[in-house]
């Protein structure tokens, strides 16, 4: 059984940081591209940022890109989310997410974890 476990979510203050982690088991962890998306309130799904499986390439969405990096640890089974300079509107429920469709989006994807609160507030 597919399992993610994410942790690492809070309150900070806008221009804080964070750095969430996704514990994965039930399948072989290495061999997986993984994903991060997030839920604004009152938002649908939206893709943050995806990693492929060995670590070597990683993609970010606009709203994003030169604040977060997405990492991984293959050894550990762990995907990470370091968050930098958050903004009020990074404000949301972050998931881990596993099996994006062929030709859809990481919001779509078959699993995701229960998610992890970041509220950025002052």
């Known amino acids: 059984e597919v399992q993610l476990v994410e942790s690492g979510g809070g309150l900070v203050q806008p221009g804080g940081s964070l750095k969430l982690s996704c514990a994965a088991s039930?399948?072989?962890?290495?061999?997986?591209?993984m994903g991060w998306i997030r839920q604004r309130p009152g938002r649908g799904l939206e893709w943050v940022s995806a990693?492929?499986?060995?670590?070597?390439?990683?993609y970010y969405a606009s709203s994003v890109q030169g604040r977060f990096t997405t990492s991984r640890d293959n050894a550990k089974n762990t995907l990470y989310l370091e968050m930098n300079d958050l903004h009020f509107e990074d404000t949301a429920v972050y998931y881990c997410?596993?099996?994006?469709?062929?030709?859809?989006?990481?919001?779509?994807?078959?699993?995701r974890g229960q998610g992890t609160q970041v509220t950025v507030s002052s």
């Open positions: 039930g399948f072989v962890f290495e061999s997986a591209d």
């Open positions: 997410a596993k099996d994006k469709p062929d030709m859809g989006s990481w919001a779509q994807a078959r699993y």
């Open positions: 990693i492929n499986q060995w670590g070597t390439s990683a």
